[in-house]
């Protein structure tokens, strides 16, 4: 089992890394081993294209360490996420001078992302209290100063969601540039979206407490 779950988080960072997303020391990864009250995780890269097994720790979620407890602390309020990813992407980091709220303006956004939580400010004394409320919603975006932190219900969910939200954070940015009006996404639409996300949630959290990775909805 970790052999398998090791390999695709290291897939997962360079994959990510290729594409720009994961940039500093302070970006991380993580997977949720089922079953058990532990992950693989990964931190503190300089050159995130050359991770390797020996870049990966298993870690129990009650470790104390900042940057690892984050990660820990969203695998102990939600029992769904199977992976998380704190990347630096350029569109991202550019949303937080932008409001730092990203509205429903895509079908994809809506389905595996969910209700837009915005930016959490810089990581202080309130961002457990905040990252819980925002969590409850099922979001699984959230910008944590000038980070971006995506969740999945599987490792490749995650990879997608934190693509995704990058395209989305573009799109909207240039839109916004153009000082045109953005048609949202229909209330009655975003409704139904996170119905079906939330569905799917229950369905990951389930397979988790059963001890087995949960079937993804690999795309976007």
């Known amino acids: 089992m970790y052999g398998s779950i090791e390999d695709q988080l290291l897939q997962a960072c360079r994959r990510l890394a290729g594409k720009g997303f994961l940039n500093t020391p302070e970006d991380s990864c993580s997977m949720r081993v089922p079953g058990r009250l532990e992950m693989i995780f990964v931190t503190g890269l300089g050159n995130w294209r050359q991770v390797g097994n020996s870049d990966l720790e298993r870690l129990s979620f009650s470790v104390g360490d900042a940057s690892a407890g984050l990660h820990a602390a969203v695998y102990g309020q ?41 930016s959490l400010g810089e990581p202080d004394e309130s961002l457990p209290v905040g990252l819980r409320k925002a969590l409850r919603s099922g979001t699984n975006a959230v ?29 909207f940015i240039l839109a916004q540039a153009t000082g045109k009006r953005i048609n949202l996404i229909p209330g009655w639409v975003r409704l139904i979206a996170n119905g079906r996300l939330l569905k799917d949630e229950r369905r990951a959290a389930k397979s988790y407490r059963e001890g087995r990775i949960p079937d993804g909805v690999n795309a976007y």
């Open 78 to 118: 939600r029992g769904d996420v199977g992976a998380v990813v704190i990347s630096s992407p350029q569109w991202a980091r550019l949303l937080c001078d932008h409001g730092g709220v990203l509205p429903p303006i895509f079908d994809e956004q809506v389905r595996h992302i969910g209700r837009a939580a915005g």
């Open 143 to 171: 910008l944590i100063g000038e980070r971006l932190m995506c969740l999945g219900t599987t490792c490749d969910r995650a990879v997608f969601n934190t693509e995704l939200f990058e395209k989305c954070a573009q799109a």
